[in-house]
């Protein structure tokens, strides 16, 4: 499975972005996909996840200002980024974990400025 995140970019404190996660072939609704981020000098972070008959699951960092969602039709996952703040500057990156093994898409980076 290869994955292509996109919509990234550049966005004053308080404003939106919505990012994608394309894959390349059909992904069960079942399987876990999430996104993650990993800032300037930090590790990587857990940022939200979904999956068929469950409910999203958000880094409290997150909660209430973000949004996942995926449309299986057209096979991909975003994440809409509302109230964004300078601490939200990161690459954004997407993850499906199809059959015991993770992918990953190559990254998007947002950048939000104070």
């Known amino acids: 499975v290869q994955l292509q995140a996109s919509g990234g970019g550049l966005v004053q404190a308080g404003g939106s972005l919505r990012l994608s996660c394309a894959a390349s072939?059909?992904?069960?609704?079942?399987?876990?996909m999430g996104w993650y981020r990993q800032a300037p000098g930090k590790e990587r972070e857990f940022v939200a996840s979904?999956?068929?008959?469950?409910?999203?699951n958000y880094a409290d960092s997150v909660q209430g200002r973000f949004t996942i969602s995926r449309d299986n039709a057209k096979n991909t996952l975003y994440l809409q980024m509302n109230s964004l703040k300078p601490e939200d500057t990161a690459v954004y990156f997407c993850?499906?974990?199809?059959?015991?093994?993770?992918?990953w898409g190559q990254g998007t980076l947002v950048t939000v400025s104070s």
């Open positions: 993850k499906a974990k199809v059959q015991s093994e993770n992918y």
């Open positions: 979904i999956r068929s008959g469950r409910d999203p």
């Open positions: 072939r059909t992904i069960s609704s079942s399987v876990v």
